[in-house]
């Protein structure tokens, strides 16, 4: 049988712990050269419906033989890019009957079979904010307790709970630009957290006096400032659009998620559709920047082939530049066993996906 | 509701009529830049089971916006690499319950939804049959009545049948290394298509005086000899390794399927796993070679921005050197209604497959 589970399962099963324990021996084996991860691909066209929208078609997966799973995930977007703020965003519209349109399948490597098909929102989530807890794990000072937050929204809630879960953290300050939204979160986050959480109304007061200045935004221009660089403090964003070279360059020690896919690969017919130039160019597609040289990737740390922070006094700089298929093998993996365990989700016989000719 | 489709009820609907008819106009398209496709993607692993078996897990997918959909197809695979009647081949293992597992996403570029899935087989074998029958229709001559044809699996199979929709083809002349295997091809499509097809014992005996000389075989060696070449023959290989360089140079006249994935990519962790060399190197990985410059695309062609056969004495040469992606969107969309048309196939809820939350 085939599993067909929803976010709701994957949620009921997966906790921050179980992801960063997944990451982590993820990070191991890839550096050791043990579990590999293919690239991502974007194919963009345009799109008849919902105005100036593209349609973007997206897929990377990864293979860990530790547990003998391969898994792809695939997204199907409705994009948009309006201006908000006076920032350019990326916005997906729900268009599939007001909701979004991504999957992960999860492959046995024994048999090649489907073992799961399940969405991948919570579990996005999830990655991208233990990506950089164990960035942090690696980077962040052991007494880090102050958190200068910018971002209110999904992604900084998993965020600082994953930082959480990795430094003992005491206070956040977080600023967003709408006040409703990061009065919203700091209550909420208060609450789950148990930490102190204050929204503050400038990214100035919220990084003032931080140990740890995490950025989780959806912007596509620089919100780290260079300024922000002092003696032991540690810098974390989601995406490369967030850190301008400059930060980069400042910084004592840069971990990269992964440099072999800074530049993603994008293909689209015929002429330029996408209007926001910046979104796919930057300091992050010109290769002859000097700082390329002394960067690592996290994999090179969690496998003994770099090293972390060193002394109390360096400023450290983690870039979660794009996401790696491979993590969704990973805990996909630890997913499956446990939804399997609890008996969640629909069966769905097997031999509907799998055939009896050999292409 | 999403469809859930088998190979059967793809056979049942898709005659190599409509998939000649939709690919056309996807390469009408595709050259004219009004429809994309992304790269093939391999992530190869070592796999714990089946002795020295490999599992690859492949991914290639594209948009067509005339008809509003993308395509994603999977490949779940156990490879192995033995030795047969003197050439390696790459053989894959059913170890999905003596099933393989290779699936097609169709989603909706309006919406995003997944409007389909069905397995790989069927059209796998038609859209490579009727690739190659169109490079038969543009480099062919009008007057091709004798075919040379090596190999005699399932993939020559297809190959003859869209070769014989294209061009008023009488005498085949099948060579493939085991007589009982030609034997039984000759008899059987003799019966299937109404022509005369006749099993040799060599290779030069079945291209004796053809008019065409159609290679459909699963070696990694070259099988087309340069001396093969007279003047208005056409040649057509289904890979790269069918064909050698020399054969390309003493061509008159060249086309490639997409010279853009002329390099495949293949992602595979630590030291070399594939005893194969020449599964992935070879001239099609040489970009300094001669002829390059004088090559087309199949798409360039079929959008008039190349020419296909200009003399009856040309000796043409067509080499499906990889897949595109976009040819499962092209395909299952004509697919997609006819099975809608005909209520084929199991419903599942779209929610199954889509979210609330917005990655």
């Known amino acids: 049988m085939t599993l067909i589970v929803s976010n709701e399962d994957v949620e009921q099963v997966l906790t921050m712990d179980i992801a960063l324990a997944a990451l982590e021996e993820m990070y191991v084996d890839l550096g050791n050269g043990q579990a590999v991860s293919g690239p991502r691909v974007d194919i963009l066209s345009g799109s008849s419906s919902h105005g100036a929208a593209q349609y973007g078609l997206k897929a990377m997966g990864g293979v860990m033989p530790r547990h003998g799973v391969g898994a792809m995930r ?12 006076g920032n350019h965003r990326r916005e997906k519209v729900p268009a599939a009957n007001g909701r979004w349109v991504g ?9 090649g079979e489907p073992l799961m098909i399940f969405p991948d929102g919570f579990i996005q ?13 690696y980077l962040a000072r052991e007494d880090t307790r102050v958190v200068g937050l910018l971002g209110s929204g999904w992604q900084a ?12 953290i005491e206070l956040i300050r977080v600023y967003s630009p709408n006040p409703e939204h990061r009065e919203a979160f700091a209550q909420r986050l208060s609450q789950k957290l148990s930490r102190e959480v204050i929204a503050v109304a400038t990214a100035d007061e919220a990084v003032r006096q931080a140990d740890l200045i995490a ?20 810098l974390s964003v989601i995406k490369v659009q967030e850190v301008d070279a400059e930060t980069i ?10 440099r072999a896919m800074i530049k993603e690969q994008i293909y689209r017919p015929g002429a330029e559709r996408n209007p926001i130039k910046q979104a ?45 298929g491979l993590q969704f093998a990973a805990v996909g993996a630890r997913v499956y066993e446990a939804v399997r365990d609890q008996r969640l989700g629909h069966e769905v016989p097997t031999e509907w996906f799998t055939e009896t000719v050999h292409p």
Do not use: M, Y
């Not at 989530?125 to 794990?137: E, F, L, P, Q, S």
């Not at 809630?157 to 003992?168: D, H, M, Y």
């Open 74 to 85: 695939l997204n199907s977007d409705i994009i948009t890019w309006p201006e908000r703020d």
């Open 103 to 111: 999957l992960v399948l999860l492959f046995s490597a024994h048999t």
């Open 125 to 137: 989530r999830t990655r991208v904010a233990a990506t950089n807890a164990i960035g942090a794990k």
């Open 157 to 168: 809630e998993g965020q600082l709970e994953a930082l959480c879960a990795v430094r003992p």
């Open 215 to 234: 950025a989780a935004t959806n912007t596509l221009e620089p919100v780290i400032r260079p300024e922000w660089i002092r003696p032991g403090v540690h």
């Open 249 to 258: 360059e400042e910084s004592d020690r840069v971990l990269f998620h992964t």
């Open 280 to 324: 796919e160019e930057g300091w992050w597609t010109a290769p002859d920047a000097p700082f390329w040289s002394r960067l690592a990737d996290l994999s090179d740390v969690a496998s003994g082939h770099a090293t972390g922070r060193q002394r109390d006094d360096e400023a450290t700089l983690f870039v979660n530049n794009v996401g790696l």
